[in-house]
């Protein structure tokens, strides 16, 4: 079995200020770990995975996130936020055998204020 | 355009009035999935498909069915809803022995059950 835990239900910060959204997981087997963001009123969109490789990931604007594994850790970090990165944001892990499941934490709410 | 596709958007329904959620996907992905998103718990999985006719259930099936006649089909039933089922439905798809690389998701049916 596997679990999710998203630290922070809510994160106010100033714009341009930086971020970390926390996320741990556990899992017997080997996991890979995605961040997921859903902006008001709309679906998920995949923001980043880790697979292998690199334990740095980077998204197309300006995310990152940072594979722990003796920490088990995948917090998601930004150095400079803006208005548009207000959303609620999911970490999510997966394994490559049985039903396959994303498994999601509970989600964080970044508020970006003026 | 590569899409999962949900209807309806928004429901409004009576406890005991039997409806179908439809989704439909472009990609010929054999995984097809259902999620339920309330807050603070983040996104669980009710319903799973590895492929045509197979089925299986996710982490809180109860009060739900679905079928998969068809590749590309994965509709979610709730025969008698209950206002417990008053929930943001996601659908998602991915190909098997891919769905490490995430999934895609439709954009979501906001269902009230009154």
């Known amino acids: 079995a596997q679990s999710v835990t998203q630290l922070d239900s809510q994160v106010p910060v100033f714009e341009e200020a930086p971020v970390e959204l926390r996320c741990n997981y556990s899992s017997s087997v080997s996991v890979y770990l995605f961040w997921y963001v859903q902006y008001p009123n709309q679906g998920l969109q995949l923001l980043l995975k880790y697979l292998s490789g690199s334990t740095l990931v980077e998204s197309i604007n300006g995310f990152e996130a940072e594979f722990n594994k003796s920490q088990t850790s995948f917090h998601l970090r930004k150095p400079s936020v803006h208005i548009s990165d207000t959303a609620e944001y999911f970490c999510a892990v997966i394994s490559d055998t049985g039903r396959r499941a994303l498994t999601f934490g509970s989600g964080t709410r970044l508020q970006v204020q003026p | 355009e590569a899409q999962v596709t949900q209807n309806p958007r928004y429901l409004i329904t009576v406890t005991g009035k039997k409806l179908t959620v439809t989704c439909s996907q472009n990609m010929n992905h054999e995984y097809m999935s259902w999620y339920r998103q309330d807050p603070g718990l983040g996104l669980r999985q009710i319903y799973y498909?590895?492929?045509?006719?197979?089925?299986d259930k996710g982490d809180v099936p109860e009060g739900y069915k679905v079928s998969r006649k068809e590749k590309r089909n994965f509709p979610l039933i709730l025969e008698s809803p209950s206002p417990n089922q008053t929930s943001l439905y996601f659908c998602?798809?991915?190909?098997?022995?891919?769905?490490?690389?995430?999934?895609?998701f439709g954009s979501g049916t906001r269902l009230t059950v009154v």
């Open positions: 998602a798809s991915s190909l098997m022995g891919q769905g490490v690389y995430g999934y895609t």
């Open positions: 498909s590895m492929n045509v006719e197979v089925t």
